[in-house]
């Protein structure tokens, strides 16, 4: 008995365990289930995207997609009815006493039913060129609004989420689909529903000769369509998965097909280099292509000689139940047609519930990044505590997510209105991390910035950004006309020709312009008809001309404005400048001494850490850092 009960409680682990291993498993599966369903939430929320795209174009669908599943069911029918008349008609003949007289008479039941199927048939078939008509407009409203939605989106990112690979990845994603996946999802959803009405159809009609051949129809069908969803979720991860790899082949077509490119391409001579290399990112995602599509086609055929059986042997059954008189010739006729159609058709519906688990795939991707969480700025005030504060870093502290060490580090400064500073300092000091920070692109880890008295985060963000003219280093040059070149700088007066003029005459741009083919109207760069080049130094006086476009701006940051600009034109510049920012705040980066010292502060930068900071004057008798780089630079031009 003692041994029993100690083999008994010996038993117990292993049944429990048992027990918790065939759970788990039914979880497993529970689960597998529920996210293979869930994958479908989309199709109601594109379905609402639609609607919203085009009310009236929606409707229409829907009318020709019930019209185009109810009809050839129908078509199907009057066919058994024309044969069923035609035999009718002849049985009937020989018993007629005059031929002749009642020819006429006895084709008109026949023809009566071929005239009602042509009607059918012209019927079905404008249903169906009315649904292509649909779906190619409906292509084009909705690839527009899809993309409107992405770059609506994107507008509202912050600059961390643009220099961050994975999210860009997502974004590659979410755009390589947009303008194909939510028409195809709607077009499967609408023609699942078309296919439904049919096989119902159908259905009543097969039913009629045995329930066993409507389950043979569905059953036969099952295989392929389990197998292009397995694949359809293996395709999604491939191409989730190589994301990296797409763009780099992206980047590479850039880097050889691009004018701004082309000079150093050809001169480097690594044209061949960058082919090879594109050639071989190709290579390796073909391979995957290659081999996911023969796995496809392979399990596809073998599946389908499933239906193919399982139809011929309906067919015998069919054939042999007329021949014994069970059914008549036309039921015949009608058997065979709705069941060939019946099993496309029924085919053709687990194909659409596979394309749409295919399309929620892909547009999880889509709205994943729509679903984005962005930080919504917090602040609303449009004026300082203390207008003539200036603007003050406090203990400014800022590290690049990712990075191991800090861009900036307590960095404390003051500047009061009409002050100029200027940031000297190697390349990676933090200089024009600086000016991010200043401008709200990033957020401080610590201390504050103030303007006025207030901190910039309690300002609302577009009032802070319109007090603010930028020219950055690598301003954009944009494929545009030279108004508008220089409009962009104060989108609010585009247009304004008057504003041009002022700030290209402040932006020392206006002589060139003047001699340019259209002056203003001039369109700039390579890209569209009759674009004109212009020289770095021209570009540059662009972009300033763009910066002075805010006449309202109290606060202008030049980051290396004039690099392309020799010496003597940028000394003469800053002298002109100088006189027209009087009463602004000027954060100068730039380094060129010359011009440096003309600023009232100089701040010393290195590895994002405040180490000098005074006048010209003031830093040279310290004979630091700054005498020193200014020393090198004066040596240069002796």
């Given amino acids: 008995m003692g041994a029993h009960r100690i083999l008994a409680i010996a038993c117990q682990p292993s049944y429990s365990f048992l027990r918790y291993k065939n759970s788990m498993g039914i979880l497993k599966k529970r689960n597998a289930l529920r996210q293979s369903l869930e994958v479908f939430r989309y199709s109601s929320r594109v379905i609402g995207l639609v609607w919203t795209t085009s009310r009236s174009l929606t409707i229409l669908f829907a009318i020709l997609t019930l019209v185009a599943g109810l009809l050839p069911a129908a078509v199907a029918y009057i066919g058994k009815l024309i044969v069923d008349a035609v035999l009718e008609t002849r049985n009937l003949a020989p018993l007629q006493i005059n031929t002749h007289n009642h020819e006429f008479v006895n084709s008109y039941h026949p023809l009566m039913y071929v005239g009602l199927e042509a009607i059918a048939v012209a019927v079905l078939a404008g249903s169906q060129r009315g649904l292509t008509v649909c779906q190619s407009l409906l292509r084009m409203l909705l690839g527009q609004r899809v993309n409107v939605l992405i770059l609506e989106k994107s507008l509202t990112l912050d600059l961390t989420q643009f220099e961050d690979s994975e999210f860009y990845d997502k974004l590659s994603n979410a755009r390589r689909e947009a303008s194909v996946r939510p028409l195809s999802l709607v077009t499967r959803t609408f023609g699942l529903v078309q296919s439904a009405l049919s096989i119902v159809t159908y259905g009543v009609l097969l039913v009629k000769f045995s329930v066993w051949a409507v389950i043979v129809l569905v059953l036969a069908s099952l295989p392929a369509f389990f197998a292009e969803t397995k694949f359809a979720g293996v395709a999604f991860r491939l191409f989730s998965w190589r994301a990296p790899e797409t763009r780099q082949q992206h980047y590479l077509e850039t880097l050889l097909a691009r004018e701004d490119f082309a000079k150093e391409v050809k001169l480097y001579q690594i044209g061949e280099m960058l082919l090879e290399r594109y050639r ?359």
């Avoid at 800022?398 to 400064?413: M, Q």
């Avoid at 008057?498 to 109207?521: D, H, V």
């Avoid at 730039?590 to 010393?604: E, G, N, P, W, Y």
């Avoid at 005074?614 to 002796?638: C, D, I, M, P």
């Fill in 280 to 638: 071989q990112l190709f290579d390796t995602l073909y391979v995957e292509d290659r081999d996911l599509t023969l796995k496809r086609g392979q399990w596809g055929y073998v599946l389908s000689l499933f239906s193919t059986t399982a139809f011929y042997i309906a067919y015998a059954w069919i054939v042999v139940q007329t021949v014994v008189g069970r059914i008549s010739l036309g039921d015949m006729t009608m058997y065979i047609t709705v069941f060939r159609q019946g099993q496309s058709t029924f085919s053709g519906a687990l194909t659409s519930i596979g394309g749409m688990y295919e399309d929620n795939l892909y547009l999880s991707n889509l709205y994943e990044f729509l679903e984005e969480e962005v930080p919504l700025p917090l602040g609303k005030a449009i004026k300082g505590l203390k207008e003539q504060d200036g603007v003050r870093f406090e203990n400014v502290s800022f590290t690049y997510p990712g990075s191991l060490h800090p861009a900036l580090k307590n960095v404390s400064l003051h500047l009061m209105p009409g002050e100029k500073l200027a940031i000297v300092g190697e390349n990676g000091s933090g200089k024009t991390t600086l000016i991010k920070l200043l401008t709200r692109l990033y957020t401080p880890d610590s201390g504050r910035i103030l303007l006025d008295g207030l901190d910039l985060q309690e300002w609302d963000v577009d009032v802070l950004r319109k007090r603010i003219g930028v020219i950055f280093q690598q301003f954009v040059r944009y494929q545009f006309t030279v108004g508008e070149n220089i409009g962009v700088g104060d989108v609010e007066h585009l247009e304004d020709k008057n504003r041009w003029e002022i700030a290209a005459e402040k932006g020392m741009a206006q002589p060139f312009i003047e001699y340019l083919p259209e002056g203003f109207q001039t369109q700039l760069g390579k890209w569209f008809h009759k674009g004109q080049e212009l020289s770095g130094g021209q570009w540059q006086k662009i972009a300033l001309a763009r910066a002075f476009m805010r006449n309202k701006a109290d606060i202008l940051v030049l980051d290396e404005p004039t690099s392309a600009i020799d010496a003597q034109a940028e000394f003469d510049i800053f002298n002109h400048f100088r006189s027209l920012t009087e009463n602004q705040m000027v954060f100068l980066i730039s380094h060129r001494f010359s011009t440096v010292r003309m600023a009232d502060k100089i701040l010393v930068i290195e590895a994002g850490v405040v180490v000098e900071q005074g006048t010209h004057n003031e830093l040279l008798k310290v004979e630091g850092r700054y005498a020193k780089l200014f020393s090198l630079q004066a040596a240069g031009y002796k």
